[in-house]
């Protein structure tokens, strides 16, 4: 009954890891698969730039010859060396209740990170905070959002159980619709659409939005560089994120605003689409791409995924504009709902809107951390 680690070395053993998560939650009434077509992109090294940087190792568990469990291991370089740290990151862990083979898992990746000179290991955690990060500690009755961490109760145990204690939590927030917003938003909204050094922009159309994509995702290098786990996207990075989220976005619910010819805010929102990915089974088939595609047009809920605005623009109630002009669309389109993304618990200013528009906290995800040299 040993637990047995390997390292992945061909595509065969990249498959067990990428489909083993579809065995272990086939019971899992809230479960979300991934995109299958995205999870082979995301974790071949030649298709995914964030490889180039990081140092990685992706291992399965057997028992008896059976795959039982799977973990990666990063160490994001160029995180490490812009803040002058020596971090190692756990993610993609999956495995049933199963305490021997969780302790398997973990220790490969925690003696893998000592060998390369870590002081410390976060995690869950990706190549950056655009992964899903977290274990999900409140919430498991409600549906999931794509790119959110969807694991089971007892994973959090096993974690724990390894000697991992808190490093921070994010937070999803669900704003009603059909609520009127306070006043005194309908002013800062008043003022700033007043202004006539700033343009807000909006679309019909994806190609009239393409040509903005690239400028938007350079921005948020720039609004999200003090944002825990943040690791800025270079160019190519930027593309591989356009041409992924492209398809699945409606113009109708992107928004931007330009200063002097450039790009100073933006938000984005998604509908939700969640039901129809897990009809799909997570297969991009012609059904499957018609349950998603369903999905997106019967929902009443939108996802709110991405949001900055320039350090030097910030206090000016351009998120404010940009937010309001989405709700509108939203209500238009016969959404009663928003889901706010991942917010980080020490993110007061967003932490201060959420309160003021009376959206409520309903899922609570953690990182945790380890100490690698007092073990």
């Given at each position: 009954m040993t637990v047995v680690i390997k390292a992945i070395t061909d595509k065969s053993d990249l498959r067990k890891f990428i489909y083993l998560p579809a065995e272990i939650h086939k019971d899992h009434k809230n479960w979300l698969p991934p995109i299958y077509l995205d999870e082979w992109e995301f974790f071949t090294p030649s298709k995914n730039k964030s490889f180039s940087y990081c140092d990685t190792v992706l291992a399965l568990a057997y028992r008896e010859g059976k795959v039982v469990g799977r973990i990666m291991g990063i160490i994001n370089r160029k995180y490490n060396d812009l803040r002058n740290e020596k971090h190692a990151r756990f993610g993609y862990l999956e495995c049933w209740d199963d305490p021997e083979v969780s302790h398997a898992l973990l220790n490969y990746v925690e003696d893998w990170a000592r060998v390369k000179g870590m002081h410390r290991i976060i995690g869950p955690y990706g190549f950056s905070d655009k992964d899903p990060q977290g274990l999900l500690i409140e919430g498991f009755e409600f549906t999931p959002l794509i790119s959110a961490p969807c694991n089971q109760k007892f994973l959090v145990g096993l974690v724990e159980d390894e000697g991992y204690e808190k490093e921070v939590d994010?937070?999803?927030?669900?704003?009603?619709?059909?609520?009127?917003?306070?006043?005194?938003?309908?002013?800062?909204?008043?003022?700033?659409?007043?202004?006539?050094?700033?343009?807000?922009?909006?679309?019909?159309?994806?190609?009239?939005?393409?040509?903005?994509?690239?400028?938007?995702?350079?921005?948020?290098?720039?609004?999200?560089?003090h944002i825990y786990g943040f690791s800025?996207?270079?160019?190519?990075?930027?593309?591989?994120?356009?041409?992924?989220?492209?398809?699945?976005?409606?113009?109708?619910?992107?928004k931007a605003i330009i200063h002097a010819g450039q790009v100073v805010a933006f938000i984005i929102g998604l509908p939700n689409m969640s039901p129809g990915i897990q009809r799909s089974k997570g297969r991009l088939t012609?059904?499957?791409?018609?349950?998603?595609?369903?999905?997106?047009?019967?929902?009443?809920?939108?996802?709110l995924m991405l949001g900055g605005v320039k350090p030097d623009h910030q206090g000016r109630g351009l998120e404010v504009l940009m937010g309001l002009k989405l709700f509108d669309s939203a209500k238009q389109a016969q959404y009663t709902s928003v889901e706010v993304h991942l917010v980080l618990e020490t993110n007061a200013p967003m932490l201060a809107q959420m309160s003021k528009l009376g959206a409520l906290p309903h899922k609570r995800f953690r990182v945790f951390q380890k100490n690698l040299r007092d073990n």
């Open positions: 994010c937070l999803m927030f669900r704003a009603d619709l059909t609520k009127q917003v306070p006043e005194f938003y309908n002013k800062i909204f008043n003022r700033v659409n007043s202004n006539s050094e700033y343009k807000l922009l909006e679309f019909t159309r994806k190609r009239d939005l393409k040509p903005y994509i690239l400028p938007i995702l350079q921005l948020l290098n720039e609004s999200y560089a800025p996207l270079e160019e190519q990075e930027m593309k591989d994120f356009a041409k992924r989220y492209m398809p699945v976005l409606d113009p109708r619910f992107v012609p059904l499957g791409l018609f349950y998603i595609w369903l999905s997106s047009k019967s929902t009443k809920q939108l996802d």
